[in-house]
């Protein structure tokens, strides 16, 4: 599957007002944080370093070379020791090839071969979660915009009634009561805007920290595709892809392997030996007696070795029941995630189809109240409804607006959290063209075989950008509102949606 169409912007999910040629698509905000992200940048480095486990593991498995070499300068000689040295020089080598360790090595590769891939499925779910939360700030900063728009609309319109109602008293039309009530009803609706804009600055120092960039003018996300026909389906994906699941598989099968790597500890192991060494005397043995006598020689040894444990005071078998109940926490960890999986691919399926029911009725809703406030006013203008028979149906058309916007954020995200739980919302399934997507084998293909011990690399380049120069955020609305939110009547022949038009499987 891939987004890349869908990212482009072809389908939209949200109507509101049409975003100028410049604003910044869901797509840039997904590539800045998937180039940028301090918290995705930190868990690549953590599976490079899983990673090494391999050839770590690998390098029990083959031979152990070591040099020594000494110079001792004998400084005081026992008085009976006539051909001591006064200085001497040696020099060793020997090499140790492990023949037999229980299994041990074997197990313990593919423990580390197990736990890369395990942690390769880790990587998937961090770049999952990391989009679904830049979704989720990206449609709040669209929810809030609205909504603060909304409130500003509401206060501009409550202060006209204000007026209206003052003018009128003056005349003796109104009573002072009348006048009380728009008082009350303005400022109550300034506090809610205030609210609004604290909200909006709120979502936008969120973004800001998961994108790593300000946010512009943001256009609308396109549509989600493929979203499943019933909460079976998106379960049966879910149980089948899910990363974080399989990384907890992973995880458990690898425990397996460190049940054999604790038993190996109570087994026999077998080296092959070989040794050289090397002395000289300096031309000092035997000095004080006038005897010629060798003063350097060199020996080496070949060998085998056994190692026979018959007691070590419990500990393998302590290592073993460790092992045992790690392997067994680590199944019930399966469980558990699987347990959470389920529950988040049903809970998210269930919001995202509850909240396109509350889009159609607010939709409803929302020309009902437009209608409602404009015969409201015309009776008031005959005298059979009272002020706050208006206040009372501006607040019903803000509430119902309010209900539409929020329902909309809502399904879009909760669509985008569906398809992050059945496994399809990483960067492979985006199609991000910002650069080429990061690779976590490409590095353990280069790493499992390197045997020499002085091989090295360059630092990582670190991608985690800071926002220390990002200016503090303000609550200025940056897109007009949607027709369907203006006060104005609408045309109701094109139906809004969230998604509900998108083809299913």
Do not use: C
């Amino acid at each position: 599957m891939q987004f890349l169409s869908l990212l482009s912007g072809s389908a939209v999910v949200m109507v509101m007002a049409a975003a100028p040629l410049s604003a910044e698509t869901l797509r840039d905000a997904l590539i800045k944080a998937y180039t940028s992200n301090p918290t995705l940048a930190a868990q690549r480095a953590s599976l490079r370093a899983i990673d090494e486990n391999v050839p770590i593991a690998r390098s029990q498995a083959l031979p152990n070379v070591q040099l020594q070499s000494a110079f001792t300068e004998n400084v005081i000689k026992a008085q009976n020791s006539f051909v001591a040295p006064d200085r001497s020089g040696t020099a060793s080598a020997s090499i140790s090839v492990p023949l037999y360790a229980g299994g041990a090595v074997r197990n313990g590769i593919r423990a580390a071969q197990t736990r890369v891939e395990g942690g390769q499925m880790g990587l998937r779910g961090t770049e999952s979660d990391l989009f679904s939360a830049v979704v989720g700030a990206y449609m709040d900063v669209i929810r809030d915009e609205a909504i603060v728009g909304l409130n500003t609309q509401n206060v501009r319109v409550l202060d006209v009634n204000l007026q209206a109602s003052r003018d009128r008293f003056q005349v003796g039309d109104l009573t002072r009561t009348d006048v009380a009530q728009s008082e009350a009803r303005l400022a109550l609706a300034q506090s809610q805007l205030q609210s609004a804009q604290a909200r909006l600055i709120s979502s936008r120092e969120s973004y800001i920290r998961l994108v790593g960039a300000v946010p512009g003018r943001l256009d609308l996300p396109p549509s989600l595709p493929n979203l499943p026909a019933n909460p079976d389906g998106a379960v049966t994906v879910a149980l089948r892809n899910n990363p974080t699941l399989l990384a907890a598989a992973k995880e458990r099968d690898a425990t397996g392997f460190d049940i054999g790597v604790a038993r190996a500890n109570r087994l026999p192991r077998i080296n092959a030996n070989v040794g050289g060494n090397y002395y000289n005397y300096l031309g000092t043995l035997g000095s004080g007696t006038g005897v010629a006598i060798a003063q350097a020689g060199t020996a080496a040894t070949v060998g085998l070795g056994l190692t026979l444990p018959l007691y070590q005071g419990g500990r393998p078998a302590a290592q073993i029941r460790q092992a045992q109940d790690a392997r067994a926490q680590s199944i019930e960890r399966v469980t558990e995630t699987e347990r959470s999986v389920i529950a988040q691919a049903r809970s998210a399926y269930a919001v995202w189809k509850s909240s396109l029911d509350v889009i159609a009725s607010s939709e409803v809703a929302v020309n009902a109240n437009k209608l409602s406030l404009e015969g409201v006013r015309a009776e008031n203008s005959v005298g059979n409804r009272t002020i706050l028979d208006i206040l009372n149906a501006e607040q019903e058309l803000l509430n119902s607006q309010v209900t539409l916007v929020t329902a909309r954020r809502d399904a879009y995200v909760a669509g985008f959290a569906l398809l992050a739980s059945m496994g399809q919302a990483e960067a492979r399934d985006l199609g991000l063209d910002g650069g080429p997507l990061y690779d976590p084998v490409k590095h353990y293909e280069s790493v499992r075989g390197k045997i020499w011990d002085f091989a090295s690399q360059p630092d990582p380049a670190v991608t985690g950008t800071r926002t220390t120069d990002t200016p503090a955020q303000t609550a200025a609305v940056t897109r007009a509102l949607d027709p369907m939110l203006d006060s104005r009547p609408v045309d109701r022949s094109a139906q809004i949606t969230a998604g509900e038009q998108t083809k299913n499987r």
